[in-house]
């Protein structure tokens, strides 16, 4: 059942990742030209400030209260950018989709980079304060070349398919758009059939962490709105970009090298689920003040 729910998050991701190179036009890389700092920042912001802002506010003063699969299920959300239900989130909440996706896309691009990055100081983090992460076996390469497969090459393959034959692309890219999401309720379904006994004793037994990833959760919504700018379409859309995490990413390398560490998959469920309820609180903010201006 684990070894399905790992080819299943691998080919859920893949098949998003793929799905959003296709839908961007008409040209994916436009910000890098025309507003290259906002870009530096907002991936900056999402792939490495949002972790370490974590880390420093949260983890480490939560390290002695929190459990090791609450933990790494923590920072393993924190390392994650570019989430993939993103687009659907933003079109539903009257943000701007196309800024959505050329942030996605490059923040998939440059996770290869961040996700080994942040493993090696969340490692670090963890062995300083005396936590030994057990059951978690996976080094700076393994993390970097499971990026690559499941992020960025198929990003890239999309891109460039979508610049050769966009007539094709663009009929492919709404009918994987609609499979990959499909993908992703089977995906999330399967982690809870996988973990369904464990997630209720999780939920009462790390009731500090389910406060810790409230907490974590505004914070990256709070990132995302300031580095965003004084537009407030602007500001919903890069909240949401950062605040969001990469739920796929995340199960794909806590089902392929977290095996040893009972406890890790429900806590992703946990996160996703806070985040859910997070970012609804905010997005009803967010309507009450810009019910003025409309």
Same mark, same amino acid.
């Given at each position: 059942?684990?070894?399905?729910?790992?080819?299943?998050?691998?080919?859920?991701?893949?098949?998003?990742?793929?799905?959003?190179?296709?839908?961007?036009?008409?040209?994916?890389?436009?910000?890098?030209?025309?507003?290259?700092?906002?870009?530096?920042?907002?991936?900056?912001?999402?792939?490495?400030?949002?972790?370490?802002?974590?880390?420093?506010?949260?983890?480490?003063?939560?390290?002695?209260?929190?459990? =090791?699969?609450?933990?790494?299920?923590?920072?393993?959300?924190?390392?994650?950018?570019?989430?993939?239900?993103?687009?659907? =989130?933003?079109?539903?909440?009257?943000?701007?989709?196309?800024?959505?996706?050329?942030?996605?896309?490059?923040?998939?691009?440059?996770?290869?980079?961040?996700?080994?990055?942040?493993?090696?100081?969340?490692?670090?983090?963890?062995?300083?304060?005396?936590?030994?992460?057990?059951?978690?076996?996976?080094?700076?390469?393994?993390?970097?070349?499971?990026?690559?497969?499941?992020?960025?090459?198929?990003?890239? !393959?999309?891109?460039?398919?979508?610049?050769?034959?966009?007539?094709? !692309?663009?009929?492919?890219? =709404?009918?994987?758009?609609?499979?990959?999401?499909?993908?992703?309720?089977?995906?999330?379904?399967?982690?809870?059939?996988?973990?369904?006994?464990?997630?209720?004793?999780?939920?009462?037994?790390?009731?500090?962490?389910?406060?810790?990833?409230?907490?974590?959760?505004?914070?990256?919504? !709070?990132?995302?709105?300031?580095?965003?700018?004084?537009?407030?379409?602007?500001?919903?859309?890069?909240?949401?970009?950062?605040?969001?995490?990469?739920?796929?990413? !995340?199960?794909?390398?806590?089902?392929?090298?977290?095996?040893?560490?009972?406890?890790?998959?429900?806590?992703?469920?946990?996160?996703?689920?806070?985040?859910?309820?997070?970012?609804?609180?905010?997005?009803?903010?967010?309507? =009450?003040?810009?019910?003025?201006?409309?």
């Amino acid at each position: 059942m684990r070894e399905a729910a790992g080819v299943l998050a691998t080919t859920t991701i893949v098949t998003l990742m793929f799905s959003l190179g296709l839908g961007l036009k008409p040209y994916p890389f436009l910000l890098l030209r025309d507003r290259p700092a906002f870009l530096w920042r907002v991936l900056l912001g999402t792939g490495v400030l949002v972790p370490l802002a974590g880390l420093a506010l949260v983890l480490l003063p939560l390290h002695g209260q929190l459990s =090791r699969p609450a933990w790494v299920a923590m920072a393993l959300m924190l390392a994650c950018p570019s989430a993939p239900l993103i687009l659907f =989130r933003v079109r539903s909440s009257g943000g701007t989709a196309e800024l959505a996706a050329r942030l996605q896309i490059g923040a998939a691009l440059l996770a290869i980079v961040t996700v080994p990055l942040m493993e090696v100081i969340f490692r670090a983090a963890a062995g300083l304060r005396g936590w030994e992460v057990a059951g978690w076996g996976i080094s700076p390469g393994q993390v970097a070349g499971q990026v690559l497969k499941v992020q960025v090459l198929p990003v890239v !393959a999309g891109v460039l398919l979508g610049q050769w034959q966009p007539r094709l !692309a663009s009929r492919c890219s =709404r009918a994987l758009g609609a499979l990959a999401t499909v993908l992703l309720i089977v995906m999330l379904v399967a982690l809870l059939l996988l973990s369904g006994r464990q997630l209720l004793p999780f939920l009462q037994q790390n009731l500090v962490g389910l406060a810790g990833m409230a907490v974590l959760s505004a914070l990256s919504l !709070a990132i995302g709105y300031a580095l965003a700018g004084p537009d407030p379409l602007e500001r919903r859309t890069v909240a949401l970009v950062t605040g969001m995490r990469n739920t796929g990413l !995340a199960a794909q390398l806590a089902l392929s090298y977290g095996k040893g560490l009972a406890g890790l998959i429900p806590g992703l469920l946990a996160y996703v689920l806070i985040t859910v309820i997070v970012t609804t609180l905010f997005l009803r903010w967010q309507q =009450r003040q810009l019910a003025p201006s409309g």
